[in-house]
């Protein structure tokens, strides 16, 4: 089977192009973001303003490097594939699948899914991880989606071998990593008031208002692979809230966390109730 993999190079969509290869051994990659001549520079542009600035460039790039035709093609970084881009994939495959992380849906980052929402209703395939995203697909066209549970890689959220100068460096008694989010700040703020010592890790935490007052407790930054699992197995307890603006009622680190080993402390929803077992697997609130 012959398999044309279109994502990142990412963490994230990287893990799902090594999955595919150990399963399937013809597996072509592409990055849509070396079309960019400066990748960060062009994401932040278009993610601020619109793919649609970079369409021509990145639908040639990507067409450049197709030489033959495929089985499927599964696509990862769906922001960057435009309508028009995708019926020209469509020439070149069976059948043409994505895999939407995020939640093109909400209006949180509307700018960013407006190459991608047109193009939608042309896959083969939508796989969404969340269930109100089902839902929101009909009405923009998908006649065809799938829900499954967000993944996790079972050789980087487990448990590490750690140097006792490792788990004295990255203890804490309560940690959360990830994205600052209004909702998130406003609720961290109110349970440091109460004396709870939290760690939190992430970017954009300078854009909170209470940033002066949780500076000393906020590590800035993106948490790569070797770091994260190290940084949740020394906490005793381990923070998940998925985003309210992004619709999410489950995240990756809802799977990810147990799956290291820490105590999962997260917001009381539908899919998490219906996936662990409330004080026993996990906490809710």
């Not at 993106?222 to 998940?240: E, F, N, R, T």
Request: glycine share 4%.
């Amino acid at each position: 089977m012959k398999i044309l993999f279109i994502g990142r190079k990412g963490e994230k969509s990287y893990h799902h192009f090594l999955s595919l290869k150990k399963i399937y051994r013809n597996v072509d990659f592409i990055d849509p973001n070396k079309a960019y001549i400066f990748p960060s520079i062009g994401g932040r542009i278009s993610n601020r303003f619109s793919p649609k600035i970079f369409e021509p460039i990145v639908n040639i790039y990507v067409l450049s490097k197709i030489k033959k035709h495929y089985d499927l093609i599964f696509v990862r970084s769906i922001e960057l594939i435009s309508e028009k881009l995708i019926l020209l994939l469509k020439k070149k495959t069976k059948k043409i699948v994505c895999y939407c992380a995020d939640n093109p849906f909400a209006n949180r980052d509307r700018q960013v899914w407006k190459l991608a929402l047109p193009a939608l209703k042309y896959y083969d395939l939508v796989v969404f991880q969340q269930p109100s995203r089902i839902k929101l697909s009909k009405k923009y066209g998908i006649k065809k989606s799938l829900l499954v549970l967000p993944p996790y890689q079972k050789k980087i959220h487990c448990p590490q071998k750690l140097t006792m100068n490792e788990k004295k460096k990255y203890s804490n008694d309560v940690i959360f990593i990830g994205t600052w989010m209004p909702e998130r700040g406003i609720f961290f703020n109110k349970l440091i008031d109460m004396g709870l010592n939290l760690k939190i890790f992430g970017t954009r935490w300078k854009k909170d208002k209470n940033y002066k007052l949780l500076k000393s407790r906020i590590t800035l930054g993106h948490v790569g692979d070797s770091l994260y699992p190290k940084l949740i197995q020394c906490s005793k307890i381990a923070l998940c809230i998925p985003s309210e603006q992004n619709l999410d009622d489950i995240t990756e680190r809802s799977i990810e966390i147990p799956a290291i080993g820490t105590l999962l402390c997260a917001t009381r929803t539908r899919s998490h109730q219906k996936m662990l077992i409330e004080n026993k697997e996990a906490i809710f609130f």
